[in-house]
């Protein structure tokens, strides 16, 4: 009947209370026949349990040899009062208060031969160091197991911070969270490939992106809306940056005139998605650095705002020739990311005015000048975590692009006839990846570390 008690609650006001905890075994030794350590773990938090035989404890001699034989990550039920310890408990992940055992129970026993993937490459020891380091591939196919390691529970709290916070901002300021479907007759970003299916006949996909939706959901009068959801992409790349299938942020708003009325909403969301991170997540922030170091993100209280065109030139300043109605590559945008962080003090930027001919069908051309657009990119440490754009709401311009573009205009039918007989007003949004805004926040070197079961051309399981 005794309530399990979580290690988040452990605290010197429980001190002389007994408490029930579950944990896994992190590390198990005995001192002596009379006296065994236990320290076990909870999500991220650690807490010592000390055994010590004696006549006040009750504790038998059998139960230190049953401490000595536990295996690493079994998972134990254990009875204790909760004392101060004599020493001083170092850290932030390791409870400052400890447990006097008084009844312990295997509730289930691991292998003792466990996939070497727990010991944390920074927190190995000189012997443990011989050992072959698990890379990424071998941590990926274990996944259930690596998610023990502290830095990976504080990356997937991390991302979920970054997801609530997403939602808070959004809602304080009116807009609707929708749900668009993720079966489709077509693709929607034009370009890039889409998973094809078989729908009872009829030749589906998945979808690519909530954005026709999204805007057939502003058509239909919602006004503001945003969407959490899956995104596939049939795209064969290995990068470090590319998954097939990623969780997009998705916005979609009226405008009264202007794109920049988007970027401002990017510019507050996004201040405020960090600046609550920095708040809320610093144990985790302190865990993630323990095991991959980085620097905090440098960001402005206003985000910095320049035109393509600009980017360009500061690129062009600095020897670096590039097509001024092309895109950026890789290393461009990464050596821009340089430039800015030099020149303007920040790691998350806007670049705004891209070329047409680079931008997705349904995206508004410049009134004065139609080779560029209003549209826009945005970045955290050189790499692109955001697209975004006013689109075209005039039926007939669109079905021009989108046949100019090679969409295949059977596919997207309802979507133009949403505007042809529903009288939109001007809007526009955007679509952030919540994997590359952890990893990019974080400066982690692979987008699969900031999702649970990633899918990669290689990688249908786990
Ligand atoms: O640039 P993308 O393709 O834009 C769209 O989907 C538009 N509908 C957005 C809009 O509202 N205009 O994708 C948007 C974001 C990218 O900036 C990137 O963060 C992420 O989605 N993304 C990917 N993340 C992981 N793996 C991939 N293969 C990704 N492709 C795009």
Known sequence: GKKLTSFSYLGEEMVGSEVLVRGRVETNRTKSSRLGFLVLRERGLTVQCVATQSEATKVSANMIKYIKQLTKESVVDLIGIVVKPKDEVKGTTQKKVEIQVRKLYCVVRAPSNPPPLLVEDAARSEEESERPVANQDTRLNYRAIDLRTPANQAIFSIRCQVETAFREFLLFNDFVGINTPKLMAGGSEGGSAVFRLDYFGQPACLAQSPQLHKQMAICGGLQRVFEVGPVSRAEK????????????LDVEMEILSHYSEIMDIVDELFVQIFTKLNERCTKELEAVGKQFPFLPLKFLPKTLRLTFAEGIQMLKDAGVEVDPLGDLNTESERKLGQLVLEKYDTEFYMLHRY????????????????????????????????????????????????????????????????????????????????????????????????????????????
């Open 237 to 248: 790349s290995f990068t470090h940056r590319h998954l097939c299938e990623f969780i997009g």
């Open 355 to 462: 070329p047409s001919a680079v931008r997705p069908f349904y995206t508004m051309p410049c009134e004065d000048d139609p080779r560029y657009s209003n549209s826009f990119d945005v970045f955290i440490r050189g790499e692109e975590i955001i697209s975004g754009a006013q689109r075209i709401h005039m039926p007939e311009f669109l079905e021009k692009r989108a046949g100019e573009c090679g969409i295949d205009l059977k596919t997207i039918e309802a979507y133009i006839d949403s505007f042809r007989y529903g009288a939109t007003p001007p809007h526009g949004g955007f679509g952030a990846g919540l994997e590359r805004v952890v990893m990019l926040f974080l400066a982690l070197d692979n987008i699969r570390k900031t999702s649970l079961f990633p899918r990669d051309p290689n990688r249908l399981a786990p």
